[in-house]
């Protein structure tokens, strides 16, 4: 566990950011400093202000830090601090069901008013399948299921280096099942149920939808893909331009996928690659997100552009000034709940359509 010292200044370091990120541009623009421009776009100015600011964090990237459990609990204070004060309005309650390999947690949000049973999404917190849990994206958790409307059911999946591939997959897939088998349990319209994750947890989610197509779970009705990691094998021109100073450095990514994927030949299975899968017909529609200045960017881009050229219903929105992970940070950065707030938008009016077709 982090020191108190540790704990106290992260504390405080948030603080300052939640204040700082709340400033009126003009001055918000003379603390971030000269604009940093690259491949045509315009870093946020909140996001100039995040990478100054966590210069100052008292830990180093998890992959020199000498500890995996150093870097979850120092990650878990941080998103728990990052999403604090969002839906206050939504009530949670844990659930737990026996997974593939032994008790799975679930916690499940609901906004006041919502229908049951009623459309539900299904969530899969980010970390590179080793970091992470459902206490670092409460905040996004919270946040989508008061702007959608709707429950929002997040996932303990299982993490590596312990529990390396396939045993998340495993976990999602299972994870889906029970939810839509016992979907009177929890409120939820079985036929309306949503995948959605950030970063890693994106990848999942995509995941489970091609299971779903494959008819090895049911089918999701929509799926909701933040900053969606889809491709391990390959090399993208984002890995390059924002491999270094941009939050997600190359070797941070490398360290990720060497604990998840712990054989090269692995990098291209589907399961853990969505990107290579060839059929991708049956597909729901599908939402994906991309940062401009993510190195995951492209890649999620190839991913949308081949759902769309297999006539797979797909919006795909680019948040140009954006850095990864925005759905982590809605607590602290108006800018990061702008672009939340439109994928929650396009969640709530794609399970509507569901909806009227049933």
């Not at 990120?21 to 870093?43: I, W």
């Amino acid at each position: 566990m982090p020191s108190v010292s540790r704990r106290l200044l992260v504390r405080s370091l948030m603080a300052a950011l939640r204040f700082l990120l709340g400033l009126p541009e003009p001055l918000l623009r003379l603390v971030a400093g000269r604009p940093v421009r690259l491949d045509g776009q315009r870093l946020a100015t909140s996001s100039q202000v995040l990478i100054k600011m966590s210069k100052l964090a008292p830990f180093d990237y998890p992959h020199r830090n000498g500890s995996v459990e150093r870097a979850r609990a120092e990650l878990n204070q941080a998103g728990e601090l990052a999403g604090a004060g969002i839906g206050g309005d939504v009530r949670s309650a844990d659930h737990v069901f026996t997974g593939p390999a032994g008790p799975m947690r679930i916690r499940v949000y609901e906004p006041a008013g919502a229908a049951s049973p009623g459309p539900a999404l299904m969530f899969f917190h980010g970390g590179g399948f080793v970091l992470g849990g459902i206490e670092t994206h409460e905040g996004a958790c919270r946040y989508l299921a008061e702007e959608a409307g709707m429950r929002v059911v997040s996932v303990d999946y299982r993490l590596a280096p312990e529990h390396p591939f396939p045993a998340a997959v495993e976990d999602g897939i299972a994870a889906f099942a029970h939810v839509h088998a016992n979907a009177d349990r929890y409120g939820v319209d079985p036929s309306r149920i949503a995948v959605g994750g950030d970063s890693s947890g994106g990848n999942l989610a995509a995941v489970v939808a091609h299971a779903g197509a494959r008819g090895e779970c049911a089918r999701p009705a929509f799926s909701l893909l933040l900053n969606p990691a889809t491709d391990a094998f390959g090399t993208h021109p984002s890995h390059e331009l924002f491999g270094l100073g941009f939050r997600l450095d190359t070797e941070e990514r490398a360290w990720y996928r060497d604990r998840y994927l712990s054989d090269a030949a692995l990098y291209r299975d589907p399961r853990a690659s969505v990107l290579y899968d060839e059929d991708v017909a049956g597909l729901p529609p599908t939402y994906i997100a991309t940062s401009g200045f993510d190195p995951l960017r492209d890649e999620g881009e190839a991913y949308a552009r081949k759902l769309a050229e297999a006539g797979v219903p797909v919006i795909h929105r680019r948040h140009p000034g954006q850095l990864h992970g925005f759905a982590s940070r809605v607590g602290v950065d108006p800018s990061a709940r702008q672009a939340l707030l439109h994928a929650a938008g396009v969640l709530r009016a794609g399970l509507a359509l569901t909806d009227r077709r049933n």
